[in-house]
């Protein structure tokens, strides 16, 4: 029998870590961890995976939905919410951009201050 590997964290890239790292602490309620210059850590809850976010000055945003001749996107993050309204006057008020196209009801895709695509969604 193999043994598991869980999943510690995700990775994003950013022209200003820090900077993307606030806001990720003002839509989720998270703590912020590591505040430096190139590297920049978000601890979730217990037991919950941290968001990490890495200097890269020639970070391009996906298109969303996906486009040919545009930058794909590569990864997405969901987040479970239990009010999808209130949920979203929080992602607005933290600085997020709703965008366009929603493909279902009980969802509702954003991009973060530099693209970065992410869900709420409820159960």
């Not at 933290?94 to 409820?122: K, N, S, W």
Request: negative net charge.
């Amino acid at each position: 029998m193999t043994e598991m590997i869980p999943l510690k964290g995700v990775v994003l890239d950013a022209p200003d870590p820090r900077e993307l790292a606030r806001f990720y602490c003002r839509l989720l309620g998270w703590k912020l961890g590591t505040d430096e210059e190139d590297w920049a850590v978000v601890n979730g809850p217990a037991g919950s995976v941290v968001l990490s976010f890495q200097s890269e000055p020639l970070h391009r945003p996906p298109s969303w939905p996906s486009s040919r001749d545009e930058q794909q996107m590569q990864v997405h993050l969901d987040f479970q919410v239990d009010d999808l309204e209130s949920a979203h006057a929080r992602a607005l008020d933290a600085g997020a951009r709703l965008m366009e196209f929603q493909p279902q009801p009980d969802v509702r895709v954003y991009a973060d201050p530099v693209g970065h695509i992410f869900c709420f969604f409820t159960a």
